[in-house]
């Protein structure tokens, strides 16, 4: 619940499973409490889950709302992105929302919070985020803030420093002045961060869970450096980078461009230009979900002079035997500035595979021997054509079951058979076989 600074009217914002869908609903009272009146659904995401919202209402009594906007139709999806949205009135809003996160990568992101500064009026979001550990138990706390006339978010920084422990559930408490007020926050189980969004300067209590199972309290304080140097990255288009679909373990190489920013060549003006030389330029590879792998095929220059760019070609692969899917990731490049102060760019990275082979020629079947009482569990019939026909057989020749081929050129059989040998035949759509032998040793 927050309260409107203006005219004291108050709002509530929760989860509402009304419809069978988890969504956000605003509600708003004016007379103290007493009664609601129902605002209606926040978010634009009708299909999937929307959960955990928090509310903050600025000085000029616009209505800011973030929450975990889930990407399936799972009440527990675990890999949501964090959105945002605002109105004045609290009915209408942003005709699309806006997402703060800019990885973009299938990780865990959750609890997220929001709150404003009252000095210059940023909205400023906090979360919790396991794109580096990739484990929903090992979350670091990452925040992003805007103004209110931005249409996205600024860079996503991490708060805390060690990664790989257990952060939980930030919460703000934001001051026009430049000391923190922690007192009640110091009692374990109390999950909470603390940030004041100064010119310089933040404060941050944490609980980590890494030592104690009831929670170690920490407390951090410290600057945010401005980095002199700006970088943009543009691909397909600004920030994003679509490898489209691939065959498994082919690599695909794509090409972007790097730029150190001047007033001219500034492809994200919400940020920049830069006022130094890029130094020290660095990649980094990334590995999704022990799939998808995209690394930096071309050689990073020693330095970027401002206003100038540079071309980059970055390789792209799914490996053979994953599953058929799109695998987003985040592609980082890093530099220094002439002081030594780092900063980086981003391109969200997607790619669908793996592509159905044109043949049956690399057609695979494992385990063979098939052994349930090692713990087979199933047979693969893998690097296949689209819809491929997969019939089998006994030893008399009687055809015992058929399969057919999904559109990741691959099926499954459960080999729910007695003990022998067993053939296959493969037929692709176009009348193409090859066949092999399977045993089954229970």
């Keep these: 619940m927050e309260s409107d600074p203006k005219n004291g009217y108050l709002y509530v914002v929760w989860t509402d499973d009304r419809t ?12 103290g409490g007493s009664s609601f009146t129902d605002l209606g659904t926040i978010d634009h995401n009708p299909n999937n889950v929307n959960r955990q919202p928090s509310l903050a209402i600025d000085d000029s009594g616009y209505i800011h709302v973030v929450w975990a906007r889930g990407t399936s139709g799972n009440n527990q999806d675990p890999k949501p992105f964090i959105s945002y949205n605002f109105s004045k009135d609290g009915i209408n809003w942003l005709s699309n929302d806006i997402i703060v996160n800019d990885n973009l990568s299938s990780v865990y992101r959750g609890n997220p919070s929001i709150t404003i500064n009252r000095v210059n009026g940023n909205v400023i979001v906090a979360w919790e985020d ?32 060690n990664s790989g422990t257990s952060n939980f559930k930030p919460k703000f408490f934001v001051d026009k002045s430049s000391s923190a007020n922690f007192g009640d926050y ?20 944490w609980q980590d869970l890494k030592k104690d199972p009831l929670g170690d309290i920490y407390f951090l304080r410290g600057k945010v450096i401005i980095s002199n140097l700006d970088l943009d990255i543009v691909g397909d288009s600004l920030h994003y980078l679509n490898f489209g679909l691939v065959p498994g373990d082919l690599w695909v190489k794509k090409t972007i461009r790097l730029y150190n920013t001047d007033s001219l060549n500034n492809p994200d003006k919400s940020d920049g230009p830069s006022k130094s030389i890029a130094y020290k330029l660095r990649a980094d590879s990334v590995v999704v979900e022990n799939c998808a792998v995209f690394k930096l ?38 530099g220094n500035d002439k002081n030594n102060n780092e900063a980086y760019d981003t391109v969200g990275i997607y790619i669908i595979g793996p592509k159905p082979l ?36 006994d030893v008399n020749g009687n055809k015992i079951t058929t399969l057919y081929a999904g559109n990741d050129g691959s099926a499954r059989w459960d080999g729910n058979v007695p003990s022998g040998v067993y053939t296959y035949v493969i037929t692709d759509p176009n009348g193409n076989k090859t066949l092999g032998k399977i045993a089954i040793i229970r």
Aim: overall charge positive; charged content about 20%; aromatic content about 16%.
């Design 20 to 31: 069978g869908n988890l969504r956000i609903r605003l509600a708003k009272s004016t007379n």
């Design 130 to 161: 396991s794109r580096i550990s990739g484990g929903n138990t090992t979350p670091d706390i990452f925040f992003a803030k805007k103004k209110i006339s931005d249409n996205q978010f600024s860079q996503n920084l991490k708060a805390n420093i």
């Design 186 to 205: 110091f009692y374990p189980p109390a999950l909470y961060t603390d940030f004041i969004d100064s010119s310089t300067n933040f404060f941050l209590v």
């Design 297 to 334: 095929y071309s050689k990073l220059p020693d330095s970027l002079l401002i206003g100038k760019y540079v071309d980059l070609d970055i390789l792209g692969v799914i490996r053979d035997g994953c599953p058929y899917k799109i695998y987003y990731g985040t592609f980082y490049i890093y």
């Design 358 to 393: 044109n043949d049956l020629s690399k057609a695979k079947v494992y385990p063979n021997p098939f052994k349930p009482y090692a713990g087979h569990k199933f047979i693969s019939f893998t690097n296949l054509t689209d819809n491929s026909r997969i019939d089998i057989f």
